[in-house]
């Protein structure tokens, strides 16, 4: 699965998004490959991804084409709350 995280900068908090998913994904048994970016490039990019994670309030802000297979995080560091959301999109 081809994996987008994205954040304000593209550099801290995706970068903490991209270790959290990919620790998730992993324990998941889901194959991944993640990459992480600016919320800008992401809105471009986005249609090329199977699955983009970013802050909940960005998801809106993305094309409507893809906010279906768009997981919104409150809490950025929270594996469980990733792993729920995945579930709930029928990932896993």
């Known amino acids: 699965m081809k994996v987008l995280v994205a954040c304000g900068a593209g550099m ?27 919320i800008d490039e992401a ?17 809106e802000t993305l094309p409507n084409d893809v906010q279906a297979r768009t997981i919104g995080l409150k809490n950025v560091l929270d594996g469980n709350e990733l792993k729920e959301k995945l579930l709930e999109k029928g990932f896993g």
């Open 12 to 38: 801290g908090s995706s970068q903490l998004i991209k270790m959290k998913a990919q620790k998730v994904l992993d324990q998941m048994g889901i194959e991944n490959t993640i990459t992480h970016t600016a």
């Open 43 to 59: 809105r471009s990019m986005a249609r090329n991804f199977d699955l983009i994670i970013v802050n909940e309030r960005f998801v």
